[in-house]
């Protein structure tokens, strides 16, 4: 098993361009989710998703779009890219139920936006 | 709303114990604890459901007071692994399912 695979692992975007940082887990998850991790601090939550076809919003959701068309894939889409959003993105994904369980973390994309 | 830890920070020698809390203004349903080492991605220690349940993971355990809505790390005989930064997560009631907000972390740092 892969677990959570995330591409790219290393991207600069110049200020304005859009990107899609791609998420695909193969444990048959239902929930799934992306966190930022600004340096020396701790993850935030921008959007996650409890099955295919529903997605939420996190604590800080601006700038960021996804969509859930399948179980297994869970995309991040950066409009406008701003040297705000320069972090490194972790997609995660657990079984689903009346309590979240243990988060399976990707090993992270390290976005620098100049 | 976010979790608060505390302390920000412990700097412990090898043998010694420590505590990390958690707490939240908010209902708990359920805490969960990872620990995230340097330029890596967070692991996963343990999760802790309401009605008190203490759950332990080899020299780690934890507790979980729902009324006080707050949670306990407790990590005995320190050892150089367990250097790193931990990280509460919490999860609101069943109609919050999902929903996973962590707290700003604590850095542990264990000297030899």
């Known amino acids: 098993n892969a677990g959570v695979t995330q591409t790219p692992k290393f991207r600069i975007l110049k200020i304005g361009q859009s990107m899609t940082l791609q998420c695909t887990q193969d444990?048959?998850?239902?929930?799934m989710y992306w966190y930022r991790q600004d340096p020396g601090m701790g993850l935030k939550l921008i959007y996650y998703s409890v099955g295919a076809g529903i997605t939420d919003k996190g604590e800080v959701p601006n700038g960021y779009n996804v969509s859930r068309s399948t179980t297994e894939d869970f995309p991040l889409r950066l409009e406008l890219a701003a040297p705000s959003q320069t972090s490194v993105y972790f997609c995660?994904?657990?079984?689903?139920?009346?309590?979240?369980?243990?988060?399976?973390f990707g090993e992270g994309s390290r976005l620098t936006v100049l | 709303q976010q979790p608060v830890q505390s302390p920000q920070a412990v700097i412990l020698r090898e043998g010694e114990d420590a505590v990390i809390n958690c707490s939240s203004s908010k209902a708990l349903y359920s805490v969960h604890w990872y620990r995230q080492k340097h330029g890596e991605a967070p692991v996963f220690l343990m999760i802790l459901l309401k009605g008190g349940e203490q759950k332990g993971h080899e020299k780690i355990s934890a507790s979980f007071n729902e009324k006080k809505q707050q949670s306990s790390l407790y990590l005995t005989a320190s050892q150089l692994s367990y250097s790193g930064t931990y990280f509460c997560g919490t999860g609101g009631r069943p109609s919050n399912t999902g929903k996973l907000i962590f707290g700003q972390g604590t850095t542990l740092q264990v000297k030899p």
């Open positions: 444990m048959n998850h239902n929930y």
């Open positions: 995660a994904s657990s079984y689903g139920g009346k309590v979240t369980g243990e988060l399976f």
